[in-house]
């Protein structure tokens, strides 16, 4: 590892602490523990009376004893121990609790050819204050020593990245060796070297702008186009495309592969369906990772305007009401209602049968008047001719 000289970190004020190996430079009355471990803390006034004022992150709280016993430490122990004897100046001691950081698990990408290399990992555990992380570079069977280029931490992302500059001219498929190395005030780590090639670890990001519409009278089809991610410039590079879509109600991708446009018609989609589809991008020789999937895109293929409009027709039969069960069409409703100023709702309708009852009534009375009037005497036939008996 590169650096300056390391130290123990036993010394006055901290007894029963587990020896660690830490960086030159860490202040004189700071004391490291792990968690878990035990340590013992002591204000360098073994006969007198030690009153101790604790600031840590469980708050304020006063101690009494010379030494001062911590067990089990936890992160929260972490923060100032001001103590204070008869005839002595206070002390204030230090005590972080942190565990040496994990050995990284380094991954490298590149964009495009024409940009830089970053080496990034995610540490299980967020780094403790003063963490330092580093890389270093080196061809591979080259024997000068290799550069060397400090990481950064990311609170966002969770993760450390490390930008390795690219010198113009690179050979693509050249061998390098990649080696990492985390420090913090409880120790130091280092990763396994790792070797890559710029064209290996070429990784395209994501297509962008992916848009779905319908070809119209073509219910079956779906267009769907995009564009190069900003990062690769296609006037000097290509990029190869894969394209996947499903219907909304299947589980299933169906996967298109070998597209060279930034554009594609799907030809067997579900008439009237929603679909999902993505687009990812590879390098157009092969060479290094596909990107990840763009995010997902809905579209639904054209509808016939006229199914649409009969599906939105209201419906001929008769809609259920809350009063008797069943209401009528308006022009019966306007038909069975009782003429202005007749009798109100409920009363029962004349029957149709009164007037012809009348008529009859009527007739008949009038022939009984005329049997009445008739002149008495025998029957005379006007005319004999006419008369037609009915029988012998």
């Not at 931490?153 to 490390?162: A, I």
């Not at 009164?354 to 007739?363: E, F, Q």
Request: aromatic share 6%; charged share 25%; hydrophobic share 35%.
């Amino acid at each position: 590892m590169a650096g300056g000289r390391s130290r123990r970190s036993f010394r006055p004020g901290a007894r029963g602490l587990e020896l660690l190996t830490l960086p030159a430079g860490l202040p004189p009355d700071t004391v490291l523990g792990r968690p878990g471990a035990n340590v013992t803390l002591s204000c360098g006034a073994p006969n007198d009376t030690v009153s101790w004022e604790l600031e840590t992150r469980r708050g304020r709280r006063r101690a009494q004893g010379e030494p001062l016993e911590l067990r089990a430490l936890r992160r929260d122990d972490a923060g100032r121990y001001r103590c204070s004897a008869d005839g002595r100046p206070p002390r204030t001691l230090r005590l972080l609790v942190q565990e040496p950081p994990e050995a990284p698990r380094v991954s490298c990408r590149r964009r495009s050819h024409d940009r830089d290399v970053l080496c990034e990992w995610r540490p299980r555990q967020p780094p403790a204050p003063g963490t330092r992380a580093t890389l270093w570079v080196k061809r591979r069977f080259a024997v000068a020593n290799g550069t060397e280029q400090r990481c950064r931490y990311f609170v966002r992302g969770s993760k450390f990245v490390c930008r390795l500059r690219v010198p113009a001219g690179t050979d693509e498929h050249e061998p390098l060796a990649v080696s990492t190395c985390v420090r913090d005030g409880a120790g130091g780590a280092a990763a396994a070297t790792t070797v890559i090639t710029l064209s290996g670890v070429l990784q395209p990001e994501p297509p962008r702008n992916v848009t779905v519409l319908p070809l119209e009278r073509r219910p079956r089809r779906l267009r769907v186009t995009w564009a190069y991610p900003a990062s690769w410039d296609p006037r000097f590079y290509w990029l190869r495309f894969q394209v996947r879509y499903r219907p909304e109600p299947a589980p299933a991708f169906t996967q298109v592969d070998q597209v060279t446009e930034t554009w594609l018609e799907i030809a067997d989609a579900w008439g009237g369906t929603r679909h999902l589809v993505q687009v990812r991008a590879r390098e157009e020789f092969g060479h290094g990772a596909w990107s990840e999937w763009s995010r997902e895109v809905a579209g639904t293929p054209w509808i016939d305007p006229a199914e649409l409009a009969a599906e939105a027709a209201p419906s001929l039969l008769p809609e259920e009401d809350g009063a008797d069960g069943v209401t009528l069409p308006p022009e019966l409703l306007e038909a069975a209602a009782p003429p202005a100023g007749g009798d109100p709702p409920g009363t029962p309708a004349a029957p149709l049968v009164a007037p012809a009852a009348g008529a009859s009534l009527a007739l008949g009375t009038g022939l009984l008047v005329a049997i009445a009037v008739r002149p008495p005497g025998p029957f005379h036939v006007a005319n004999p001719d006419y008369f037609i008996p009915s029988g012998p």
